[in-house]
């Protein structure tokens, strides 16, 4: 049985009503990676036509959103976190190479914060991996990929401090 957006939504919506915290969040990217195997859903969220960040749902009482990114080529990002939020990513089609950083020396008022890497892996098809509040994380995409995220707030709203990597 395929996901509509709709029961997809609903199905996040009801775990993070029940517990909005880390287990439940475990949950949710349980529900992510299921969805990532519905070729149906994935062809009807992630089209062509979808740019890298596109909102599909937001949830008007718990704040929590389900977004589309399509990347048509290579992407890298610097480090950074969610601020006072979480986030799950769950590769679609490509691969997306994560680096996870621990914080050096955290960010102020006009000046970056630094951030080593500790570890890298690659997100496939299929995989969706969860970084709570505080997880310095940073995606590199050497090609063309698809991803459905969720953020437990829609991040457009909220200011972050950038991060710098240092070895």
């Known amino acids: 049985m395929g996901y509509s957006l709709e029961q997809f939504s609903a199905e996040c919506r ?10 439940g969040r475990k949950q949710v990217c349980a529900v992510v990676q299921r ?3 519905d070729a149906d859903f994935v062809k009807a969220h992630l089209g062509d036509d979808v740019p890298e ?28 976190d969610h601020g006072p939020s979480w986030a799950i990513y769950g590769q679609a089609l490509g691969q997306t190479v994560m680096t996870d950083y621990f914080p050096v020396a955290r960010p102020g008022e006009g000046k970056p914060g630094k951030a080593r890497p500790v570890k890298e892996y690659t997100l496939t098809p299929g995989t969706a991996y969860l970084y709570n509040e505080g997880d310095l994380h940073s995606p590199r995409r050497d090609g063309p990929t698809r991803l459905i995220r969720i953020e437990g707030k829609n991040m457009e709203q909220v200011r972050r401090f950038p991060y710098e990597r240092v070895a």
Do not use: M, T, W
């Not at 009801?14 to 287990?23: A, F, H, R, S, Y």
């Open 14 to 23: 009801q775990i993070l009503k029940q517990d909005p915290g880390v287990e």
């Open 35 to 37: 969805v990532l195997q």
């Open 53 to 80: 960040r596109k909102v599909l749902y937001e949830d008007p009482e718990l704040g929590f959103c389900i977004l589309g990114h399509v990347y048509h080529g290579a992407k890298d990002s610097n480090p950074h």
